[in-house]
């Protein structure tokens, strides 16, 4: 079983649970119990722990025949530096949208909460969900579980905000099926979640391949379709319903002699296969980058009082290698065979030799590198940062 299999039916370390709103017990229960269930009044907005570099919001004229995407920037730029603060960016998504780039998570939120100024402009703002929210399954969940109960009972490492029960059609009945999706209020996912004591594996979940039913190429819906439209019977440029070769079976992606929105097209199977790669890699990267931050052990802390005799016998052994090295540029300069790539002039080794000997220059160096180490916020390490935290050891 794997991500794709039917469809939904639509940082705190220690765990906490849900009050709980049912009684619970996994009593049968009717079809509405397999709507999707929502966090109540939840309105999409950055956490204070938010891992992100940037804080992006999507905005669209609440017009839908206005196409804000399309706007002059000039425009573009007047209202949101007038009316907006903390936004250092803006660019164009498409025809429909541009996003507003925020370098601090409370600027962000003020701006999709201020109503005033969408109004004026007749805009709506929102934040896109991959920028906040993590999906992911569980497996072999009793059919008897509603999901409400679900969302009361489970607990997690990070917020629960919608579980939907995978379904598939029957008949003219939507059967449950046992696994269900659970999007949390994360950029990563959990390992597991808990039902009381039984826990349960999270996976990656892995959307159905979008397919346009304009065009019949992947990646993309017919409401933003530039393409031709193109029949899935014998793939002429014709809708099927206008079709007059229903019997002429030609697939428009692969010329084979399908449907072309048959699920064993071959073009269709390597974009599934590209998808799940994609997201399993993505998914493999965060958790190892997640063990490397959670694992990686402190640097020792700088010990100011060296241990003199060793800093002698150090610097010996330097400045016997320095003499070594000098002695094998002078025998190649005689042989005619000049060294290319290192600088070995008596200016340079002096200030090799100066630096080595001075001890309190080398613990602010170390000092820094360690700092730099134990780094545990999200800001990059920029050759300015580390300028500006070198100058500040040093005073």
Do not use: W
Request: aromatic share 8%; charged share 25%; with cysteine.
């Amino acid at each position: 079983m794997d991500g794709n299999e039917g469809d939904p039916s639509s940082a705190s370390v220690n765990k906490k649970k849900r009050p709980a709103e049912s009684s619970g017990g996994g009593e049968d229960v009717d079809n509405n119990s397999y709507s999707p269930f929502l966090k109540q009044n939840y309105v999409r907005l950055y956490p204070d722990n938010s891992t992100n570099v940037e804080f992006k919001v999507f905005v669209e004229s609440a017009d839908k025949k206005d196409k804000l995407g399309n706007k002059s920037p000039i425009y573009l730029n007047h209202i949101f530096t007038t009316d907006i603060k903390g936004v250092i960016g803006i660019h164009r998504v498409n025809a429909n949208k541009i996003a507003a780039v925020f370098k601090q998570s409370n600027n962000a939120n003020n701006f999709i909460t201020n109503a005033t100024f969408l109004a004026k402009h007749q805009l709506r703002a929102y934040i896109p969900a991959a920028q906040i929210e993590k999906t992911g399954i569980i497996r072999f969940v009793p059919t008897n579980i509603s999901n409400k109960e679900l969302y009361n009972k489970l607990s997690s490492t990070s917020e629960i905000i919608a579980i939907r029960r995978f379904t598939k059609k029957v008949g003219q009945e939507r059967v449950p099926l046992q696994t269900v999706s659970l999007t949390f209020l994360s950029n990563s996912l959990p390992d597991h979640v808990q039902y009381d004591l039984f826990s349960y594996r999270v996976f990656d979940y892995i959307p159905p391949l979008q397919q346009c039913f304009r065009c019949f190429k992947f990646n993309h819906s017919a409401k933003v379709c530039n393409g031709k439209q193109r029949c899935s019977c014998c793939a002429g440029e014709h809708h099927y319903k206008e079709c007059s070769t229903p019997d002429e079976v030609r697939c428009c992606n692969c010329s084979g002699p399908h449907l072309a929105i048959s699920k064993s097209c071959p073009i269709k199977l390597k974009k599934i296969m590209e998808k799940k790669s994609k997201i399993t890699y993505a998914s493999a990267a965060a958790s190892k980058q997640l063990e490397l931050e959670v694992n990686f052990p402190p640097l020792p802390a700088v010990n100011k009082t060296q241990n003199v005799n060793s800093n002698k016998f150090n610097n010996k052994n330097v400045n016997k290698s320095v003499q070594s090295v000098s002695n094998n540029v002078n025998k190649n300069k005689q042989k005619g065979n000049e060294p290319v790539s290192q600088d070995f002039s008596p200016k340079a080794v002096d200030l090799k030799t100066q630096l080595i000997n001075n001890d309190d220059l080398v613990n602010v160096i170390v000092s820094t590198l360690i700092q730099l180490g134990n780094k545990s916020d999200d800001n990059p390490i920029t050759t300015s940062f580390i300028k500006e935290l070198l100058f500040k050891n040093l005073t």
